[in-house]
């Protein structure tokens, strides 16, 4: 069983910046794609960002100021965030597949494993 715990999420102004994290337990990390979704109230959980072993990608409303990345040796990947807007402010949450291709996957149901979240809140 693969268990993953976000971390890094806060309370920031806006055009701040915040670095999550997501660590990894069980299975072997490499083999996994890994994806983060943001959930606000009252809206359907989003794709943020993805990575596989060779490709990112990013939702249109983070693409040039979100960066994911993953170190494979510490069992992390990261989301960094910068010029943060009020919009970006909902509960961040990892998510994990074993999966061995290239392409970026963006689909809530297509993941197997997720984390609890942390909160992100961005103030104007």
């Known amino acids: 069983q693969v268990q993953l715990v976000e971390s890094g999420g806060g309370l920031v102004q806006a055009g701040g910046s915040l670095r999550l994290s997501c660590a990894a337990s069980g299975g072997t990390f490499s083999e996994y794609a890994v994806g983060w979704f943001r959930q606000a109230p009252g809206k359907e959980r989003e794709w943020v960002a993805g990575?596989?072993?060779?490709?990112?990608g990013y939702g249109d409303s983070v693409r040039g100021r979100f960066t994911i990345s993953r170190d494979n040796a510490k069992n992390t990947v990261y989301l960094q965030m910068n010029s943060l807007k009020p919009d970006d402010t909902a509960v961040y949450y990892c998510?994990?597949?074993?999966?061995?291709?290239?392409?970026?996957?963006?689909?809530?149901?297509?993941?197997?494993?997720w984390g609890q979240g942390t909160q992100v809140t961005v103030s104007s």
């Open positions: 998510a994990s597949k074993k999966y061995s291709g290239s392409l970026i996957l963006i689909n809530v149901g297509t993941y197997e494993y």
């Open positions: 990575i596989s072993s060779s490709t990112t």
